[in-house]
């Protein structure tokens, strides 16, 4: 197939590539029977507007021969640099959507990150990651990935930004929340374990807890633990047992909690963790909502 700079990007039809392909996702937290055409996309985008561009970035920087950029102009450099290059591959996406997973590509410029980022919150694709390449002491890359899935990435891939430069507005939500309870002697992993296993079990959920590893997965439809819901469900209690049914896939808010002890070198005090991860969802307040209620539930 032959290309020209107004082809796709991405050209998923004139590859030939079906619509959908059924399929399981290969993480251990979620099952489901129903798969985009690509998992994932990589892209090293052209970085520079112009060859003036590319020229005098490299007269700026004192590198040795070996490291020196050998990319032709065809390459490294496009109208509107790397920023233009990457807004059109958003554009492209929103066309194709769920057809692939995640979308993905470097960076060259921390300034382009942000500028991605705005341009992702402008349409409204809220599920995104950024994190950072390191390579020596002195090059820095960038990369942002994004999707119009609801799986959350972890925390550390999602925010992989540790350097300073990029403001912490330009994060995505986090997708996980710590709730730290200290107690001395009077506090263990089997009580806060038990207590917080017998909160989630008497919720309209789907919940399933591990003992042994101090592990539970579950699966909610919607809000099923604010006072409003619990009032709902006491007038008609047909409506908590439906909420315990349907897909997985179908489920609106998908976690997992982890019960820990705090590391030695981080604490005052005998203490343990609950850690709650975002699993599946779009709604932040809702997960927000949930970590609140956990809180509530184990301080209680």
């Known amino acids: 197939m032959r290309s020209t700079p107004k082809s796709p990007l991405i050209p998923l039809d004139s590859l030939g590539i079906e619509k959908y392909l059924p399929y399981q996702i290969a993480i251990p937290d979620i099952h489901t029977d129903t798969k985009p055409s690509i998992d994932f996309t990589l892209c090293n985008p052209p970085f520079y507007a112009s060859s ?19 990319g032709s102009a ?20 929103l ?28 349409a409204e694709i809220s599920n995104y990651a950024v994190t950072e390449f390191v390579q020596g002491s002195k090059t820095r890359r ?28 330009y994060l995505p939500f986090p997708s996980e929340y710590v709730v730290q309870m200290t107690g001395g002697a009077n506090i263990s992993i089997d009580g806060v ?5 017998a ?32 009032r709902r469900f006491s007038r ?12 997985e896939d179908d489920m609106a808010f998908g976690f997992k909690i982890t019960v820990e002890d705090v590391p030695e070198e981080t604490q005052m005090d005998k203490g343990v963790h ?20 956990i809180k509530r539930k184990v301080d209680g």
């Open 236 to 247: 008609n209690p047909n409506e908590e047992d439906d909420m315990e049914g349907g897909d």
């Open 52 to 70: 003036a561009e590319l020229l005098t970035s490299a007269s700026q920087k004192s590198r040795p021969p070996n490291s020196a950029c050998t």
């Open 193 to 197: 374990a038990a207590k917080l296993n």
């Open 199 to 230: 909160a989630l079990s008497s919720l309209p959920l789907r919940w399933v807890w591990k003992p042994r590893i101090g592990t539970g997965v579950g699966f909610a439809a919607k809000n099923v633990w604010s006072r409003t819901a619990r």
């Open 95 to 122: 066309q194709l959507r769920t057809r692939i997973q995640w979308y993905s590509s470097m960076l060259g410029k921390l300034s382009s990150v942000s500028v991605i980022i705005e341009q992702l919150r402008k």
């Open 142 to 169: 960038w990369a942002v990935a994004w999707s119009f899935g609801d799986l959350r990435p972890r925390i550390g891939v999602a925010r992989g930004v540790v350097g300073g430069g990029l403001a912490k507005v």
């Open 274 to 293: 609950i850690i709650v991860r975002w699993l599946k969802g779009m709604d932040s307040a809702l997960f927000e909502s949930f970590c609140g209620m």
């Open 74 to 93: 065809t390459e490294m450099v496009t109208p509107g640099g790397e920023t233009a290059f990457v807004i059109r591959m958003i554009n492209e996406s």
